[in-house]
């Protein structure tokens, strides 16, 4: 079993940065490919890039623009989101995963999820 807990969520004001952070536990957490979401009040929730074991990273085509990076400390059992110059439209819930089995880009692939840390971009 892997449990995911995301940190580093805020307000901030656009052209801002912000890292995420999501602490793994559990024995499997290493092995296992990890993705970030994100989800806008009232939209679906949107994959972002996810990262594996050997540090072989799959973007979004919305998110490949450079402005996001995405890396993975497995002694410290974390993936961290780098966001830069935030935008408003980024203003969501970010979600980390866990992949399981499937398409990469598709929420239903992943089976363990934390719960999620606001991002608020003023404009």
């Known amino acids: 079993q892997v449990q995911l807990l995301e940190s580093g969520g805020g307000l901030v004001q656009a052209g801002d940065s912000l890292s995420l952070s999501c602490a793994a536990s559990?024995?499997?957490?290493?092995?296992?490919?990890v993705g970030w979401f994100r989800q806008a009040p009232g939209k679906e929730r949107e994959f972002i890039a996810n990262?594996?074991?050997?540090?072989?990273?799959?973007w979004s085509g919305d998110f490949v623009k450079g402005r996001f990076t995405i890396s993975r400390d497995n002694a410290k059992s974390t993936v961290d989101l780098r966001m830069n110059s935030l935008k408003p439209e980024d203003t969501a819930n970010y979600y980390c995963?866990?992949?399981?089995?499937?398409?990469?880009?598709?929420?239903?692939?992943?089976?363990?999820w934390g719960q999620g840390t606001q991002v608020t971009v003023s404009s």
């Open positions: 995963a866990a992949h399981y089995s499937g398409s990469y880009f598709d929420q239903r692939s992943y089976d363990y």
């Open positions: 559990g024995r499997t957490f290493s092995s296992r490919t």
């Open positions: 990262i594996n074991a050997n540090g072989r990273i799959v």
